[in-house]
């Protein structure tokens, strides 16, 4: 039994190690995969589903205003000194002018009730659950919007790690090339056959690439902390990117070319928005309006109340006597002094304000559109000129290397081409970057795809 029992204690040490030392969860996501993931677990996108949630409550809420209400009470008092009550002395056979105190309060009593109250008109109440349906397409629409920023915002997010992964690459390429002419720069000069300064300026180019070198893999761990943010998961999780910053900025560029072409203003969020402040501002004018229209409300009630001097409450030998009310209450506003007026005329130039607004939500909507149309042709063509600028400066590079071998170029004239082949390298990197950017930006203004969000 002791073997036995040593052998299952080391068999649950066993497991507790091995689920200890396993490893995190890893994710694997193309572009599309990472969005419909942030999509349903992002914490922006989680909490714009619990304000959803709210605005349905909410709208019970109101209407139950409406529907019947019941309370129940449960009253206890007791009176250790009985409050006397004076009486004119001739009720009980006393002389004129003189009084004799009685009390008419048990020392203990209980009442126990049940109301019911019935709302039957109130103007407010039928604009209260207009104003409910009009939260909850608010919502609706702030939830929508919250996944097209989410959208957007895991776009810039996942290639920025692609970016970053592509410049390391580079750099550690540019690396070795330039340790290589370090090295054999250095033994043409211990040879004679070189200058001290053509070791040193490729040295200067050697050095700045190794700090690069290593900004770059801190950005791209940053970079990726960011990606898992955006994602709703912990910074440390590890995500596999499927795709690269090339392809996709190809892929994005030509899914792009007409997807703008049948613009409907009406489908944009920004419009929906805009467009529920107006119904919302609308429906505070008639409930300004509505204050000055009678409300009528019922009730009844049923209860049983007890009194004594001992407390037998809940005894056989308590008494309880029954009574009941039913009524109907009716409030009519008479005259405020304009009070009323006064709000109804500033709820009616809040509702101008709204109708304002909307139409420079339209016209802001096409401005946006407008440039996001042009910023996205315009990385296009700088996609297109940066493709060409790197293959001048490779050829441009590659001559220098040449002529710097033969002795006809300078380390200097060398070391210039070099960073101009950096500088053009990182400026394909970023174009490809614009484009996918840019694309997303047009994608937010008209809400595309939006069937990705349906859940």
Do not use: C, H
């Not at 209980?110 to 104003?131: E, R």
């Not at 629409?141 to 776009?155: A, G």
């Not at 692609?162 to 290589?180: P, R």
Request: charged share 25%; aromatic share 8%.
């Amino acid at each position: 039994m002791k073997k036995i029992s040593l052998g299952l204690l080391l068999f649950t040490f066993l497991g507790l190690s091995a689920q200890q030392t396993e490893p995190p969860k890893s994710y694997e996501f193309t572009l599309q995969e990472a969005i419909d993931f942030a999509i349903d677990s992002s914490y922006a996108t989680i909490n714009a589903r619990r304000d959803v949630a709210i605005a349905l409550k909410q709208k019970w809420e109101t209407t139950a205003d409406g529907l019947p209400q019941i309370d129940g009470a449960l009253n206890y008092e007791y009176n250790p000194i009985i409050r006397q009550t004076p009486l004119p002395g001739e009720i009980v056979g006393g002389e004129p002018g003189t009084f004799v105190p009685v009390q008419f309060s048990p020392k203990q009593n209980m009442n126990a009730s049940v109301t019911l109250n019935q709302l039957i008109f109130d103007g407010s109440y039928i604009v209260a659950l207009q104003a409910a349906k009009t939260f909850l397409k608010y919502s609706d629409n702030n939830e929508t919007r919250t996944k097209l920023d989410v959208r957007k915002d895991v776009v810039s997010a996942y290639g920025n790690v692609l970016l970053t992964q592509n410049s390391i690459g580079i750099i550690e390429s540019n690396l070795k090339t330039a340790e290589k002419n370090v090295y054999e720069t250095r033994k043409i000069y211990e040879n004679g056959l070189a200058e001290e300064e053509d070791v040193e300026q490729l040295q200067i180019t050697f050095q700045q690439l190794q700090s690069q070198l290593k900004n770059a893999k801190r950005m791209r761990d940053i970079s990726t902390e960011s990606l898992n943010m955006v994602l709703g998961l912990p910074v440390s999780t590890k995500v596999i990117l499927l795709e690269d910053l090339e392809s996709l900025a190809n892929k994005e560029a030509l899914q792009a070319e007409n997807m703008t072409d049948d613009l409907q203003v009406e489908n944009t969020i920004q419009f929906k928005i805009a467009d529920n402040l107006v119904k919302q501002r609308e429906l505070e004018m008639k409930l300004e309006k509505s204050k000055a229209l009678p409300s009528l409300s019922a009730f009844a009630n049923y209860g049983q109340t007890s009194f004594g001097d001992d407390f037998e409450f809940f005894s056989s030998r308590a008494e309880w006597y029954e009574f009941s009310t039913i009524g109907v209450s009716l409030n009519v506003p008479i005259f405020s002094s304009l009070q009323r007026s006064a709000r109804t005329q500033k709820a009616k130039i809040e509702m101008k304000k709204a109708e304002t607004q909307k139409t420079q939500a339209i016209n802001q909507i096409k401005l946006q559109l407008n440039t996001a149309k042009s910023n996205f042709e315009f990385a296009v063509d700088n996609y297109d000129l940066a493709k060409k600028n790197l293959e001048l400066a490779e050829r441009i590079e590659y001559k220098n290397q040449v002529k710097f071998k033969e002795g006809v170029a300078s380390s200097f004239e060398l070391r210039q081409a070099q960073q101009q082949l950096y500088t053009a390298q990182n400026e394909l990197l970023q174009s490809m970057l614009d484009i996918i950017n840019s694309k997303a930006e047009i994608e937010k203004i008209i809400n595309i795809p939006f069937t990705n969000f349906e859940k």
